[in-house]
């Protein structure tokens, strides 16, 4: 029977893999990898980076394949369909390399960032897979560092306060409105900078009671980190986000924006 690993690698940093991480990885016959193209090109490099890191050069066998374009411009009604699309376009792909890369007994393994369990959608396509029933195999999961923790930790703080909840959402989730009952919340790759409406209505209001603290790349040598109250600091993230994106063709960030009490 194949066996796959499915390997959270943290934000980017190979310091980050835990030992259970590396003792996966050491007992691998086939990473698997998708290529998302030229401008994304240093994701995968980073990949092979951790590799390097953790295994004897030339001991691992890589094995990638392009990643499937998503419909980014569906919106609203249309977004769950074409994440859908996009999922099952990967499941083919996921399917072919299982079966024609990994003998009946080997080990293969998915490198995710941060952890599995976390905004990723390799074990939702994995079990796509198997439901297909082209191939067969088992699979575990090896827990990860998360953005979000890698986020707090570099920004030294806390992603909860005492008797106080805390929320992951995303940018579109947040342009909706800030979540009720919560204080404390983890916005993922945002790419309209929801932040920014709120900036606009503390500094219109001149409230100072929303503080923000924003990471880009973290766990990588183009890490940015930013934070402080939000009035202040939004701008500074817009135009150093411009600036990166402009730079490297593609960003990957997080932030958590934090209400104090009276801000309500």
Known sequence: ???????????GDPDQLTLQAVKALRGTDVFFLLDKGEVKN???QLRR????AHLPEGSYRVVAA???ERDRKAGGAAYPSAVEDWRSARAGIYARLIAEELGEDGTGAFLVWGDPALYDSTLAIL???????????????????????????????????VARPMQITTGRRLAEGFPDGVDDVVVMLDAQQ?????????GAEGRDGMDIYWGAYIGTPDEILVSG???????R????????????????????LRRNPGDA
Request: charged share 30%; hydrophobic share 40%; no cysteine.
């Open 1 to 11: 029977m194949r066996k796959i690993h499915v390997i959270g690698i943290g934000a």
């Open 237 to 256: 993230i817009e135009r150093l986000r411009a600036e990166a994106r402009e730079r490297k063709g593609w960003i990957m960030d997080t932030y958590l």
């Open 229 to 235: 109250p939000l009035a202040e600091a939004g701008p």
């Open 66 to 68: 392009r990643d499937p």
């Open 49 to 52: 980076d951790i590799l390097d």
């Open 194 to 202: 929801t932040f920014r409406r709120y900036a606009e209505e503390a």
């Open 42 to 44: 240093d994701l995968t």
């Open 127 to 161: 079990e796509e897979v198997l439901e297909q029933g082209s191939v067969a195999f088992t699979y575990d999961v090896v827990p990860g560092i998360s953005s979000v923790s890698a986020l707090a930790a570099r920004h030294r703080t806390s992603l909860t306060r």
